[in-house]
């Protein structure tokens, strides 16, 4: 027998279906919920709605909008020549916090996952093959994540675009900015030794 009624227990599974979010977290959501005023519950159930209807993807990144083009694509302040690959638009979204790429995004909205059943065909890799086809970028960076997905990816995709003559690279990778060396595993020095730079 529940405790709460059954559609308290409806909101709280939706919650704790949500990623990062456990049974505990979304008791404490659902009760938060729950105490908002009329208005506020309406305002927050009418911005999921907004945003269900209204954010798709960009035309030409993939990345999220409620245009027809994002801001980045949009942009005339941005190299259109540089395409840096993203997994997810959180990828992106850290890349900008930085403030030092001036390129422009395409986002696969995945990566691929033989484990999971992802393959090259669930990923916005076709978009990516017809704009380097265009002629019109210079560089593609891969920004995967430096996991087995991800360099599979970076891999799959590295090898789709050569026939292109288009300048491929990928984000060094290396020792974090207050790390330590006695705590990094092999991979990671290995790769911190390989992407020395001058000094």
Known sequence: MS???????????KLASLPGVGAKSAQRLAFHILALSDDDANAFADA??????????????????????CPVCASPRRDSGIVCVVSDPKGALAIERAREYNGVYHVLHGVI????????DDLCIRELAHRVASGNVSEVIMATNPDTEGETTAR????????????????AYGIPVGGSLEFADDATLTRALEGRLDY
């Open 3 to 13: 405790l709460f009624p059954s559609s308290l227990e409806t909101l709280i599974d």
């Open 48 to 69: 999921i709605r907004d945003a269900k209807g209204s954010v798709h993807r960009c035309r030409l990144c993939q990345n999220l909008t409620d245009d027809e083009l």
């Open 156 to 171: 799959y995709i590295s090898r789709l675009l050569a026939p292109f003559g288009v300048k491929i690279t990928r984000l």
């Open 113 to 120: 996952s033989p484990m999971t059943g992802v393959t090259p």
